[in-house]
């Protein structure tokens, strides 16, 4: 019988050289799993059982990211979310249960950057923990540099602000990327699949997550949400920006003031 080496199994990374993750969850068979993924994948991990104990964890020592279950005692995860998010942008992947999907919109538009269903693989959960960290890690996106203008809109992707006429824009890691990612395509349509890939990273997931981040951020650049004229709704493609927007609605008058070191164009 011919002889056959063992098979060999990848190293673990050593743990804490990837970030420190903390994981919220009152089910003690899913923390267990979830941590001891984590773990092997290179994170250093930290567990909480419910809100008070995660907010208590949350400000003894930040974590990189949070994987955040939505069905805790004491105090759910959407106000753990909201309190942990008054205190610095933060990553947050949620869990939530299978085909609660009025969970998943509202956990997006209370500023998740992920959310993942119950029963879950655990595999695909590190994985949607390297590509969140991924591109929160990101200062300036690889396809481009320098400030981005249009619109009455302002970013400057190095210090990760953003403007509309002269006036700061609270955007969450995913809403940024998303703007950043339009305005270098002005006037282009862009399926949702294509969104997701580029400025997701992903080639599976929920496509309603950009539908949900279109909506938070049309309720923030545009001056009536109902009626958009800079993230336009292509028919049967997708979502089109127009830089070149009539802005005669109500304050356009106003000329965009860039951040600093950035200009108009």
Not at 80 to 87: D, E, G, K
Not at 176 to 181: H, K, N, S, Y
Not at 217 to 223: I, S
Request: charged residues 30%.
């Amino acid at each position: 019988m011919e002889n056959t080496p063992p098979a060999r199994h990848p190293e673990p990374v050593p743990q804490g050289a990837r970030g420190r993750v903390l994981v919220v969850d009152d089910d003690p068979t899913v923390a267990e799993v979830v941590v001891g993924y984590l773990h092997r994948a290179g994170y250093t991990v930290e567990q909480a059982g419910d809100g008070p104990a995660a907010l208590t964890r949350f400000a003894a020592h930040r974590p990189d990211l949070v994987v955040l279950d939505l069905m805790l005692p004491a105090m759910d995860g959407f106000e753990v979310c909201r309190r942990m998010r008054a205190h610095g942008p933060v990553p947050v992947i949620m869990l939530t249960a299978r085909g609660d999907e009025e969970d998943r919109v509202l956990g997006l538009e209370t500023g998740a950057d992920d959310y993942v269903t119950k029963p879950f693989s655990p595999r695909e959960l590190v994985l949607r923990v390297d590509s969140v960290l991924r591109r929160a890690r990101a200062a300036v996106p690889a396809d481009g540099a320098g400030p981005l203008s249009g619109g009455g809109l302002s970013l400057d992707p190095a210090a990760r602000q953003a403007y509309r006429d002269g006036r700061g824009l609270a955007l969450t890691l995913r809403e940024f990327d998303l703007l950043a990612f339009l305005l270098r395509h002005p006037g282009k349509a862009f399926g949702r699949e294509e969104l997701m890939r580029e400025v997701w990273g992903w080639d599976f997931g929920d496509l309603s997550t950009v539908t949900v981040h279109i909506r938070r951020l049309r309720g923030k650049v545009e001056t009536d949400p109902a009626r958009p004229r800079l993230i336009r709704t292509v028919w049967g493609v997708g979502y089109r920006l127009d830089a070149e927007a009539d802005r005669t609605e109500e304050g356009a008058a106003t000329a965009p003031v860039p951040p600093a070191g950035g200009r108009s164009r």
